[in-house]
């Protein structure tokens, strides 16, 4: 079965600094999604950013980019000019491409605190 | 808003008892997921509808169950609750069944307290 770990419970940016969360999984399949997912105080769930394991391209929303390395399992995310908005709960997800049915595995998240 | 709701927002009840969770998914999605996030354990799959259908089961409990109606909509019932079931349940809806490629929209959940 897929593992996804996250080392930092905790982390914290001043505002319009650059923060990097870090994220590696466990996996024997060679294709494969991974995400982040947002979670602010209001508890919704929102997607970040999507990366597909075969392209070799990090994926970047606006402020928020990947660094995907495939060959060490990991998974980070980089938020760019971080905002008092972006104070949240962040969580890794893994998606199986093989087994259809499988849901999305996710870390325990990184709680992150942003700084005026 | 992602679109999906989920009813009630908070529920607070007793040990033993048993409660209903209910979801409605996006306009056209035909895939419901309902996930368990509680301190200890983070975000866990639960179990997996589509069209009416199960297709998928995770960590879920026996004295848990599921199902998804005609309409759609599906329904988590919780029995014999414990202290330990307390946590904050969500469910999430795709279009299909298992592309991958499809999003996953989660609703905002329902808190579940057990006393």
């Known amino acids: 079965a897929q593992t996804v770990t996250q080392s930092q419970p905790e982390m914290s940016v001043q505002e319009a600094e650059t923060v990097t969360l870090s994220c590696t999984y466990d996996t024997s399949e060679s294709d494969y999604y991974l995400f982040w997912y947002k979670q602010p105080p209001s508890r919704q769930m929102i997607l970040v950013i999507r990366?597909?394991?075969?392209?070799?391209q990090n994926a970047t929303e606006n402020r928020f980019s990947v660094n995907f390395q495939k060959a060490a399992k990991s998974f980070s995310l980089k938020i760019s000019d971080s905002q008092l908005g972006d104070a949240a709960m962040y969580f890794c997800?893994?998606?199986?491409?093989?087994?259809?049915?499988?849901?999305?595995?996710f870390g325990k998240g990184t709680r992150l605190s942003v700084i005026a | 808003d992602s679109g999906v709701t989920q009813t009630p927002k908070h529920l607070i009840t007793a040990t033993g008892q048993r409660v209903t969770l209910r979801c409605s998914p996006r306009?056209?999605?035909?895939?419901v997921y309902w996930y368990q996030q509680s301190l200890d354990q983070g975000l866990q799959f639960l179990i997996h509808?589509?069209?009416?259908?199960?297709?998928a089961k995770g960590n879920i409990l026996e004295r848990f169950s599921a199902q998804q109606f005609p309409d759609l909509h599906s329904e988590l019932n919780l029995s014999s609750l414990e202290l330990g079931d307390s946590a904050l349940y969500f469910c999430?809806?795709?279009?299909?069944?298992?592309?991958?490629?499809?999003?996953?929209?989660f609703g905002p959940g329902t808190r579940l307290t057990v006393l």
């Open positions: 306009s056209g999605d035909l895939s």
């Open positions: 990366q597909e394991a075969y392209k070799q």
């Open positions: 999430a809806s795709s279009v299909a069944g298992t592309a991958v490629t499809n999003e996953q929209f």
């Open positions: 509808y589509y069209n009416g259908e199960e297709r």
């Open positions: 997800a893994y998606r199986s491409v093989y087994s259809g049915n499988t849901p999305l595995v």
